[in-house]
């Protein structure tokens, strides 16, 4: 009997969905016949239940079978008489497409999250409701009065908040910007997004840290990039691994995470910066600065920003409030020039008008209200709070099987498994045991490394969510 091919990129759900298919063209399964119910067709084939589900919802959505309560799945009776017509193949266009899928793993965990609410969540780079100012966006929205006028607003972004980030970006980063020179986003991926389409061609060379966030995101390989790696080590790149690069490739763009990065937790260190600074300008290299993470330093000292020191005007600087505030604001922002920021806008018109007003006035608001450093300073304390309780966790659970270096910001710990692992393996035995983190190779690194995010997870599921990763480890290790 048929059985998915769990080695394909594939989705289980659309190779049932497929192969059900197949069996109804065929006459296999003729109009009005029954399917075998979700539970069984799910023994059968060693699936989850809820993988039948989507198959059979797939099927559904292009009317091939009807559900009704108490009677099951059948072939649609309509198409009686009418077998020799058929359905556009949607499962092949959804597979044509340029613009590729999410990775799979990352697709797994993600279907596992959402399918089960009890699920212990260290994959997830957002902030948990405890950390997010709730009640400070609560108390701006009954007190503000918004802007009368709801229409299309300019494409670079709501000018209050412009004008706030202008000061923001100074008092809190050092970066000395105008409110032409700023866009606003919906968040960081959207600036690489129109980065990589509108700035860059197919087949140019880009250089990306390794192990890099960039790596979980096909976004680049849709673009036709070819990406050439970076060692990030424990005091961040090497720049004169940037000059090898360029001289051998000709890349045409850099793109760092100087601060906390992720998913490593290093800074970049000074001499670095100066150096980095200074082949960038020689070579007129620009440089994507993503900082999301800087303004979580748990010891207050923040680290400047590459844009800060930039003299040459090298660097387009990403940021977002998705680390800092909450994720649901989509709110992020770039500061480059302005010929790059009109190109951008351009751009932003024709996908989709700019972004909703609102959350773009609360943003602006919360930023100038008197709550927003306050806020800060208690995220600092959460995060370093749940920092502590992982790395305690992991030092009481898995003694000598993982290692580690202790973030001083940043959402997330970056582990070394010390014995030989499947990357495959352990992510389905910890998913198994209600457990979500992000195996390292997502991020381009070798087999053996796992990042745990601390921010999402509640201050009493951390210890539980170590005690059940020990489990699945001790489970999958060769």
């Not at 997830?124 to 607003?153: I, M, N, T, V």
């Not at 009109?342 to 932003?348: K, T, V």
Request: proline share 6%; aromatic share 8%.
């Amino acid at each position: 009997m048929w059985q998915p091919d769990r080695h394909s990129r594939q989705p289980l759900y659309e190779q049932i969905a497929a192969d059900l298919q197949r069996r109804i063209s065929s006459g296999e399964f003729p109009p009005g016949s029954l399917f075998p119910s979700e539970r069984k067709l799910a023994e059968r084939l060693g699936v989850n239940r809820s993988t039948v589900v989507a198959a059979y919802d797939e099927l559904r959505s292009i009317g091939l079978v009807e559900s009704r309560t108490g009677s099951g799945t059948r072939v649609n009776e309509i198409r009686r008489g009418a077998m020799s017509l058929h359905a556009p193949n949607w499962s092949r266009y959804a597979e044509d497409g340029s613009f590729l899928p999410n990775l799979p793993y990352m697709r797994k965990i993600r279907e596992a999250v959402a399918r089960d609410s009890s699920l212990i969540d260290l994959a997830s780079g957002e902030l948990s409701a405890d950390l997010a100012p709730s009640g400070e966006f609560a108390a701006l929205l009954g007190d503000y009065r918004y802007d009368a006028y709801w229409g299309y607003d300019n494409p670079q972004g709501y000018m209050p908040l412009r004008q706030a980030l202008v000061s923001y970006l100074d008092r809190h980063r050092g970066i000395r910007t105008t409110e032409t020179s700023l866009m606003i986003t919906s968040g960081s991926q959207q600036s690489l997004y129109l980065i990589t389409q509108c700035l860059l061609s197919p087949g140019d060379a880009v250089a990306v840290e390794d192990p890099s966030y960039c790596y979980s995101l096909p976004m680049f390989q849709s673009a036709g990039l070819r990406p050439f790696r970076l060692p990030v080590g424990d005091r961040g790149i090497n720049p004169e691994d940037v000059f090898a690069l360029y001289k051998k490739h000709r890349i045409k763009m850099l793109f760092l995470n100087p601060n906390f990065q992720n998913p490593t937790g290093t800074v970049l260190v000074p001499e670095r910066r100066k150096r980095l600074l200074e082949i960038a300008s020689e070579l007129g290299l620009p440089i994507v600065e993503d900082d999301p993470f800087s303004l979580t330093a748990f010891d207050r000292d923040v680290p400047a920003p590459l844009k800060a020191e930039d003299a040459g005007g090298s660097i387009l600087y990403i940021g977002s409030f998705s680390k800092i505030a909450a994720s649901g604001l989509r709110i992020g922002w770039m500061v480059a020039p302005r010929s790059v920021v009109e190109r951008l806008a351009d751009a932003r018109l024709q996908m989709d008008f700019g972004l909703s007003v609102i959350p773009q006035q609360v943003a602006a608001e919360f930023i100038k209200s008197a709550s927003f450093e306050p806020h800060l300073e208690r995220l600092r304390k959460g995060l370093r709070l749940k920092r502590d309780l992982l790395i305690e966790a992991l030092r009481e659970r898995l003694p000598g099987l993982v290692a580690f270096d202790t973030p001083r910001g940043g959402l997330h710990l970056w582990c070394k498994l010390q014995r030989e692992v499947h990357d495959g393996r352990l992510l389905d035995e910890a998913l198994k045991r209600g457990l979500a983190y992000v195996p390292g190779s997502v991020y381009g690194s070798d087999s053996g490394f796992v990042r745990f995010t601390f921010a999402r997870p509640q201050e009493g599921e951390i210890a539980d969510g170590v005690a059940r990763f020990a489990g699945a480890l001790r489970k999958a290790i060769v």
